[in-house]
């Protein structure tokens, strides 16, 4: 079982920057993609980024394209979101995930495709 646990979240001004980490534990099947994906009340998952493991080819939401970074480090099994230029409507619970098969790119924002999920670090944005 592929035990995921973010942190990183944490109250910041608009402008500002925060970098996300999501570390991988337990017994992992082969992970192909891991991605970073958002919940503010009221509203569904939304996915912010996904990134494959071999190769490093990443893709982005246009709400974040530009200003948020996806990486993966494969020596430490850890899962980073840089995130600058901070919103206030970037306010939410940010959440790891990863799929232990190789998704199609158009598949990689959609939250019904992955198979094991962290438990989330809360964000929030002031204005």
């Known amino acids: 079982q592929v035990q995921l646990m973010e942190s990183g979240g944490g109250s910041v001004q608009a402008g500002g920057a925060l970098r996300l980490s999501c570390v991988t534990n337990?017994?992992?099947?082969?992970?192909?993609?891991m991605g970073w994906f958002r919940q503010a009340p009221g509203l569904e998952r939304e996915g912010l980024a996904g990134?494959?493991?071999?190769?490093?080819?990443?893709h982005y939401a246009d709400s974040v394209k530009g200003r948020f970074t996806i990486s993966h480090d494969s020596a430490t099994n850890t899962l980073y979101l840089q995130m600058d230029s901070l919103k206030p409507e970037d306010t939410a619970i940010y959440y790891c995930?990863?799929?232990?098969?190789?998704?199609?790119?158009?598949?990689?924002?959609?939250?019904?495709?992955?198979?094991?999920w962290g438990q989330g670090t809360q964000v929030t944005v002031s204005s």
């Open positions: 995930a990863a799929a232990q098969r190789a998704l199609p790119s158009t598949w990689l924002l959609l939250s019904s495709k992955w198979d094991f």
């Open positions: 990134i494959y493991i071999a190769g490093g080819r990443s």
């Open positions: 337990g017994d992992s099947p082969h992970i192909y993609n």
